[in-house]
Each structure stands twice: as structure tokens, then as C-alpha cells.
């Protein structure tokens, strides 16, 4: 079935790990995103991929990194977690800018 | 930089009452107007959208309204029902410095259906 996955659902870390949250999607879509967003509260844009070998960053600043090397796989990575970056992020994809943008189910993040 | 501002932040209406969700936006280029519900625990998912070329889209009990003029577009939720209860987020498109399109979203209104 046709949808976008994202790894691990929820994460407990210790300061100072790397970590990367995997996001993967089967519908074929150029664009994805990734969201940090505390519950209920406002989406922030951290990165966007337009596609393959293609990122650039988000409005809000985030010391994560995302890498494109496949149109199905956008993972994000953080080199040294801090209890700052508890949080949940969202990853989504769409077929174009004016298009529908199809959410994950999210990984929320506890950097303690 | 460029915003899109969403209003009320929190909303509470009886059953089968009308519901009303303002955003504005600052983006004269802005061309395309997504409304996204996300209800408790879950993701976010499009309800309806709209694009500059239309006043007015309605699909069942919602509808948006877009004043390009004045730079705003509003959700409208008729004979609301407890299902309705989510956070609603507006978005608009916005061009970005390296000349890319992409979606801001709003603040995300919190809107409580009271049985």
C-alpha cells in the first residue's frame, strides 16, 4: 500500500548521541519535508527536499541534517542530541508544491 | 519574513453550530491556500484547498473563501458535529530565497465541539 513511513515511532537518548529518524515513502513523490512540531502546536519547517541530491533548509533553524540520495528516503539525522531537540518530527511528501502533502506518523524524540 | 497568521488559537462552539477560521497572508505570489485537520494523537491531513484563480470552494459541511485583495482566506465549518474537534491549520505558499515554492503553515487553531 502506497504510504510514507517514518522509524522509530518514539525514541528515549541520552545527551550528546547521534541519532537519524528514518522516513520513507512508496509514492513515488519528488517533494518531502520534514516538521518538528510540539503537540497540538505549529508545524515548523526544518528541511525540504525538491528531489534527488536536492535539500535546502526549513524556516526554523535546526542543528539536524537530512541527506536525498533516493527519491523514497529522506532521513534526518542529529550528530549530538540535546534535551532541546525533545520534540516530534513529522516527515511528508507531495507530488508537487500545489499539491496534497501526505504526513508520517511521526517520531517523538526524548533527549533527556 | 513572510507569514501566515491564523486566528482564533483556540475555538469553542456548540454541536451544530457554524465554525470560522481566519488566516492571512503577506505573499502577494502566494497561489495555492491548504486547510489541514490533525486531530488528537494523529497526522495531519488535507481537508480542502484552494487556489488563486477561485473565490470560493465548499465540499459538504466546509468551505474556503479566499480574498486575494486583502490577502486572506477563511475555513468555514457548517452544523458542526463532535468529530469535527481538532487543530485546523491553514497554509500558503510562499517562494523562498533560492526561488523554490513551498508551504508555511499558521499558528493551527484548536477547535472544541461542545455536545
Known amino acids: 500500500e502506497a504510504d510514507i513511513y517514518q522509524t522509530p515511532r518514539y525514541l528515549v537518548i541520552g545527551t550528546g548521541k547521534k541519532i537519524t529518524l528514518e522516513c520513507s515513502q512508496t509514492?513515488?513523490?519528488?517533494?518531502m519535508y520534514w516538521y518538528q512540531q510540539d503537540p497540538g502546536m505549529e508545524l515548523h519547517l526544518i528541511h525540504y527536499s525538491y528531489g534527488v541530491n536536492s535539500t535546502e533548509k526549513g524556516d526554523l533553524s535546526s542543528e539536524s541534517t537530512v541527506s536525498r540520495i533516493r527519491t523514497e528516503h529522506f532521513p534526518l539525522t542529529l550528530e549530538s542530541a540535546r534535551p532541546s531537540h525533545t520534540s516530534q518530527y513529522l516527515c511528508?511528501?507531495?507530488?508537487?508544491?500545489?499539491?496534497?502533502?501526505?504526513f508520517g506518523p511521526g517520531t517523538r524524540l526524548l533527549v533527556l | 519574513g513572510e507569514n501566515v497568521e491564523q486566528h482564533p488559537s483556540t475555538l469553542s462552539v456548540q454541536e451544530g453550530d457554524s465554525a470560522v477560521i481566519k488566516c492571512t497572508y503577506s505573499d502577494s505570489a502566494s497561489n495555492y491556500f491548504p486547510w489541514y485537520k490533525q486531530e488528537l494523537g494523529k497526522r495531519p491531513q488535507l481537508i480542502i484547498d484552494?487556489?488563486?484563480?477561485?473565490g470560493e470552494k465548499k465540499d459538504q459541511r466546509i468551505a474556503v473563501t479566499l480574498n486575494k485583495t486583502a490577502k486572506h482566506f477563511s475555513l468555514h465549518i457548517t452544523e458542526t458535529q463532535p468529530e469535527d474537534s481538532a487543530v485546523y491549520f491553514c497554509a500558503a505558499t510562499r517562494r523562498s530565497l533560492q526561488g523554490a515554492q513551498k508551504l508555511v503553515f499558521g499558528q493551527g487553531t484548536r477547535l472544541t465541539i461542545n455536545p
Open positions: 484552494i487556489r488563486s484563480n477561485v
Open positions: 511528508a511528501s507531495s507530488e508537487g508544491v500545489w499539491t496534497t502533502q501526505y
Open positions: 509514492m513515488g513523490h519528488d517533494k
